[in-house]
């Protein structure tokens, strides 16, 4: 009887299809039904698989360790707020100007120091997110608002009345964004670039000697994921109306970098389930009260014991570890 | 010259800190290739056992050792129930999860983090806590016209101590020569009849202890804890441990004191608030240059 119910359950997630159509009914259906509370967690859930998605550029197709991923997003999430509150631009023509700040940044300072490997790339990121989060706590030129950081910045205005403004309506903004760079996302691991990071992620020497340039493939994923996060930190200050620094720690950078690693390196689906563990598990564990952080880390260390490749590790190749 | 001398001794304080703490790192990474995102917080760990201690305990001690003895005992305490709690820790979190590669270990070190420092605020609470004033000397020393204080004579004597001990350890005797085995070849020394897990043992007591002690001085130093702070200790202590060149001992304690003196005089020298940052550019700066760190040796990538 078992196994008869479980090859009913493959063959209906077997076809891609039902799947995704469960989920677009799921996704449609949730937000009329439930909260604003639970919107605003689905809405997090959102840019924490944004986030993911970017990370898992860098870290999961490339296999570069960058622990200073917050850096990124609060690039993107300052100049959002800076350029609205002090010139007024709107925040979705500031979208794609964050996007190309955050990217424009990672060239700047990874350029530099893309030849480091392993885990001396490693302490750079983590100090090149730092010098970021200090530099806004310290507020250059005025800009930054210090530790209290920038308020006071605008919903998103699709022209005309038509303002985002409500938890329900944020929630699809984020989501159609997410969905768009899976889609975008999906064709580029499809493509040359896909293939040039996935090379340099299992063997650099191999790569280099195939006649990949490393170097550009590898800046190629810094820009183009601090892009996406910049992206992210666009609708989460519009979302918060206000950034301060403490959004964008060390600590929000190692978060990302388990949401890739919990949900399968190099893995769209599983960066979405990835996400999910790390936003939705410390609300589920809310009963616990303050005993609450001490079971997400016993989650986290459990998952990794059980599925040390990731929930749903990418299928194509076996994940290589070093 | 007074100023820079006394600054200079400043950041040797804080250095020998981040010292002993990176130790604990760069054994660990030395042998098993993981950052070990919970030494931090065996740091924490340390520092709260010992304010434990001195605020209950050692009015008992001091009655048979005196206050120095009642001190040293703190420091004993602690340093001895970290390394119980690093064992353990390793048992749980580490060890079944190395099979599986670096990585996987990452995201476990760093629940292990999460757990050590929730379970810390959830027993001694959230706020800030002072080290007993009264229990800790206060003692000027003026040479010169250079102040300091006893403590921080102390605190570099005892680090530099702990550190001299530790080197001689690794470098002179046959168990530190397994150890350096381990860490080059850890399949080949397991076949020279090396015991990979007693390697282990003495690694994960070792490095916890020396954190504690180093979390017990910095609560004397700074008369103040919080249970968050062993994430900003940490992430000093990695930073000295990579400037130093990973994997290298006596790279992490010239690491350590470097970023201490570094630290100091771009507080006094630059801008307090700034100091940070400074410190960061410098460690980016010197792996841009020495891509291994200042004491790293060049290893040839394997293909």
Same mark, same amino acid.
């Given at each position: ?322 | ?77 602690? %340093?001895?129930? #970290?390394?119980?709690?690093? +064992?353990? &820790? ?7 999860? !190395? @099979? $599986? ?10 629940? %292990?983090?999460? #757990?050590?420092?929730?379970? +810390?605020? &959830? ?7 002072? !080290? @007993? $004033? ?170």
């Amino acid at each position: 009887m078992e196994a008869v119910s479980s090859r009913r359950f493959d063959r209906f997630f077997g076809s891609p299809l039902n799947g995704l159509l469960l989920l677009l009914t799921v996704f449609f259906i949730y937000p009329f039904v439930v909260s604003d509370y639970y919107i605003d967690i689905a809405f997090y859930f959102g840019i924490y698989a944004l986030l993911g998605l970017s990370l898992n550029i860098v870290l999961g197709e490339v296999g570069l360790f960058d622990l200073g991923h917050a850096g990124f997003y609060a690039i993107g999430a300052y100049t959002t707020a800076i350029l609205n509150t002090h010139f007024g631009i709107p925040i979705l023509v500031l979208l794609p100007v964050s996007a190309l700040a955050a990217g424009l940044f990672a060239y700047l300072v990874c350029s530099p120091i893309i030849h480091l490997r392993g885990d001396y790339l490693c302490i750079v990121t983590i100090g090149m997110g730092e010098i970021v989060r200090l530099a806004l706590i310290n507020n250059p030129f005025d800009l930054t608002g210090g530790p209290n950081g920038v308020f006071g910045i605008d919903f998103p205005s699709l022209g005309g009345p038509f303002v985002i403004d409500s938890s329900i309506e944020y929630y699809f903004l984020i989501w159609v964004i997410v969905a768009l760079s899976i889609v975008g996302l999906l064709r580029i691991q499809d493509s040359r670039i896909g293939r040039a990071w996935n090379c340099i992620r299992e063997d650099e020497v191999a790569a280099g000697s195939s006649g990949i340039d490393v170097r550009y493939y590898k800046l190629l994923a810094f820009v183009l994921g601090a892009a996406l996060a910049g992206v992210a930190g666009n609708i989460y200050a519009s979302k918060l109306m206000c950034v301060s620094p403490e959004s964008f720690t060390f600590w929000e950078s190692c978060l990302f970098f388990c949401i890739v690693l919990i949900g399968g390196m190099g893995s769209i689906p599983g960066v979405l389930i990835g996400a999910a563990v790390i936003s939705l598990f410390p609300e589920i564990l809310r009963p616990f009260a303050m005993y609450r952080m001490m079971f997400f880390g016993v989650v986290m260390i459990l998952m990794m014991m059980f599925r040390p490749g990731g929930v749903w590790p990418r299928k194509r190749r076996e994940a290589a570890h070093e | 010259m007074g100023v820079f001398l006394e600054q200079l001794i400043n950041g040797l304080t804080i250095g020998s800190f981040y010292a002993l703490i990176a130790l604990g790192y760069s054994m660990v990474y030395g042998v098993l290739k993981l950052i070990n995102f919970a030494h931090g917080d065996f740091f924490t760990l340390g520092s709260y056992i010992g304010y434990t201690f001195l605020v209950f305990a050692v009015s008992l001690v001091t009655v048979h050792f005196g206050l120095w003895g009642g001190l040293a005992v703190a420091l004993v305490v602690a %340093a001895a129930s #970290v390394a119980l709690v690093g +064992i353990a &820790v390793e048992r749980v979190a580490y060890r079944p999860i !190395y @099979p $599986a590669g670096r990585l996987p270990a990452v995201v476990s070190a760093l629940g %292990a983090s999460i #757990v050590l420092q929730n379970a +810390i605020m &959830v027993i001694w609470g959230p706020r800030y806590q002072a !080290y @007993p $004033a009264a229990l800790i000397p206060n003692v000027h020393l003026q040479i010169g016209n250079i102040h300091i204080t006893l403590l921080q004579v102390l605190i570099l004597v005892l680090s530099f101590l702990l550190m001299g001990i530790l080197y001689t350890v690794i470098q002179r005797t046959t168990f530190g020569a397994a150890v350096r085995a381990t860490a080059l070849d850890r399949d080949t020394a397991s076949l020279m009849g090396i015991n990979f897990n007693r390697i282990i043992f003495f690694i994960f007591t070792l490095g916890p202890a020396l954190g504690a002690m180093a979390g017990v001085m910095v609560g004397m130093y700074y008369r103040q804890i919080s249970f968050v702070m062993g994430w900003n200790y940490g992430l000093k202590a990695f930073t000295a441990t990579i400037l130093g060149g990973i994997g290298n001992l006596p790279g992490a304690m010239f690491g350590g004191l470097i970023l201490g003196v570094l630290e100091m005089f771009g507080a006094a020298y630059i801008s307090a608030a700034w100091k940070d940052v400074f410190v960061f550019l410098i460690l980016i700066l010197v792996l841009i240059f020495r891509p291994t760190g200042l004491f790293g040796e060049k290893v040839a990538e394997k293909v």
